[in-house]
């Protein structure tokens, strides 16, 4: 359990620090003063070939550092929760590969083209990219090796490895928080009543919109209508893609936001259960309707 566990924590840190480098990458694709050429032939197709996986990878980092940064504001990593870290690097560095391909690909076909320091920072940034995306994949090939192994011992041994009680995204999220409130308390004290005092504030107004709307609270749980909560999501971020454009230019950008909104529904559908954002919701809802 210990070296699975060691393992995972060097892959979440591996993995958190590729696709931090791959975020700017991306941002570096569209300056204000230079528009670099792309290989895709319009941008709806880079749209959906980067930056839609670019978001994947980042929604799976998250969620692992939300694991295991949950399980240490509560209890030791467990056989679940490791499972799920596992899962969740391995979709990152998943996705961060292409992501890496086409940001050289870019930096190919801008040779000569790309003004003043734009060009040497791309390389410079790609080159970084590339080492650690490499560093993240052997990390997280590690790490599932070693969940994996726990796991035939554990079904050898006839542990229970269904029961997926502690491994539910709130309550990790929830673990989350405490952790990083004991790290700001200890690392910077001063903040740490201005943190109080926000998440007083949130907890009241929580609450309020509890008592205030009951229906529209119990109608957007993810443990229990974990669908609901990908629709509002889906729409949400679609408006946040479309919302620039139409500030700015007065216009609606449609297809993009469209592909945003097939894109959540779909990585939701796909990965959902193998992340545990929505299997262990629906089982565990069963077994209380059951009694």
């Not at 070939?49 to 929604?59: E, H, K, N, P, R």
């Not at 929580?206 to 909560?229: G, K, Q, V």
């Amino acid at each position: 359990m210990e070296v699975a566990a060691a393992h995972a924590r060097r892959a979440v840190g591996a993995v958190l620090a590729a696709a931090s480098v791959c975020a700017v990458l991306v941002a570096l694709m569209a300056p204000a003063s230079y528009r670099p050429r792309s290989p895709w032939p319009n941008d709806i197709a880079y749209y959906i070939s980067v930056f839609t996986l670019a978001q994947v990878a980042g929604a799976a980092t998250l969620l692992s550092v939300v694991r295991l940064l949950g399980a240490m504001g509560r209890t030791s990593l467990d056989v679940p929760r490791l499972r799920l870290i596992a899962n969740a690097n391995l979709v990152a560095v998943t996705a961060l590969l292409p992501v890496l391909a086409e940001m050289m690909a870019t930096a190919i076909l801008n040779r000569g083209d790309a003004p003043g320091t734009w060009y040497p920072l791309l390389l410079a940034v790609v080159a970084l990219g590339a080492l650690l995306v490499a560093v993240a994949a052997l990390l997280a090939g590690r790490s599932a090796t070693a969940t994996t192994a726990l796991l035939r011992e554990h079904r050898r041994s006839d542990t229970a490895l269904r029961d997926v009680r502690g491994t539910d995204l709130l309550s990790d999220a929830a673990g989350t928080l405490r952790t990083l409130h004991s790290w700001a308390a200890r690392c910077t004290p001063q903040i740490v009543p201005l943190v109080d005092g926000a998440a007083t504030t949130v907890v009241r107004v929580a609450r309020w919109a509890d008592r205030r709307f009951p229906t529209a609270c119990a109608w957007l749980d993810i443990r229990a209508h974990p669908w609901r909560f990908c629709a509002v999501v889906a729409a949400v971020c679609g408006a946040l893609v479309a919302a620039p454009d139409a500030i700015v230019k007065g216009e609606v950008e449609g297809p993009a936001a469209v592909v945003e909104i097939a894109a959540v529904f779909a990585g939701f559908a796909i990965l959902g259960g193998y992340l545990g954002v929505r299997a262990p919701a629906s089982r565990s809802t069963r077994s209380a309707r059951q009694r």
